[in-house]
């Protein structure tokens, strides 16, 4: 394993478009969280995985995201009718065991205009 | 809640010290410390567990005080390579975790 992959990383879309992120974590790393990072803030928590069971679901999360791991592997986050305030950078981060600290992927930009 | 750091910013010459304070409101399980530099991934630093610790590795170690739920970071002899934004991220025993703001520290030669 090189790490946690995230793809795109780079997304412009307009803004009411649908846009699917996706995140491969490390492959033996049961734990994997979304955050959203906005310039100069630290990340945002928006949900997590223990294997394909989403244990958590962040307020920020409106009905337009949606987030799913099928069989515990690779994970999509999905923002419907993307609004302008949801141009940020979505980061995806995997953990081996609790406590033992995330690995992050290196993100996806997502532009509205 | 979104644990508080302090300062916001640091300016340090190469071979200064510097602290970063990361305190927060709810009873803590851990604290997570990382490092991002401009347009790349935080990179996890080291973790401290409940039970008050301290550790570290080269010249940046840190300390967990459980009881007045604070952490903080210490860079000794700085390095140019050590310039990035530090966040703190803390842990209650659900494992819920929430990133600090972030100090952003610059070492200049």
């Known amino acids: 394993d090189t790490g946690v992959s995230q793809n795109p990383r780079h997304k412009i879309t307009k803004r009411g478009q649908n846009v699917t992120f996706r995140c491969d974590p490390i492959?033996?790393?049961?734990?994997l969280y979304w955050y959203r990072q906005t310039l100069g803030q630290g990340p945002e928590f928006l949900t997590y995985?223990?294997?394909?069971?989403?244990?958590?679901k962040s307020r920020l999360l409106s009905d337009r995201f949606s987030a799913e791991r099928p069989k515990g592997s690779f994970s999509t986050l999905e923002i419907q009718r993307t609004e302008q305030g949801d141009s940020a950078m979505y980061l995806c981060?995997?953990?081996?065991?609790?406590?033992?600290?995330?690995?992050f992927g290196s993100g996806t930009r997502l532009t509205v205009v | 809640q979104q644990p508080v750091q302090s300062p916001q910013a640091v300016i340090l010459r190469e071979g200064e010290d510097a602290v970063i304070n990361c305190s927060s409101s709810k009873a803590l399980y851990s604290v997570h410390w990382y490092r991002q530099k401009h347009g790349e991934a935080p990179v996890f630093l080291m973790i401290?567990?409940?039970?008050?610790e301290q550790k570290g590795h080269d010249k940046i170690s840190a300390s967990f005080n459980e009881k007045k739920q604070q952490s903080s970071l210490y860079l000794t002899a700085s390095q140019l390579s050590y310039s990035g934004t530090y966040f703190c991220?803390?842990?209650?025993?659900?494992?819920?975790?929430?990133f600090g703001a972030g100090t952003r520290l610059t070492v200049k030669p």
């Open positions: 492959s033996e790393h049961n734990r």
């Open positions: 401290l567990l409940k039970g008050g």
């Open positions: 991220g803390t842990a209650d025993n659900n494992n819920d975790m929430r």
């Open positions: 995985f223990q294997n394909e069971a989403q244990l958590e």
């Open positions: 981060a995997s953990e081996v065991g609790v406590g033992l600290g995330y690995t």
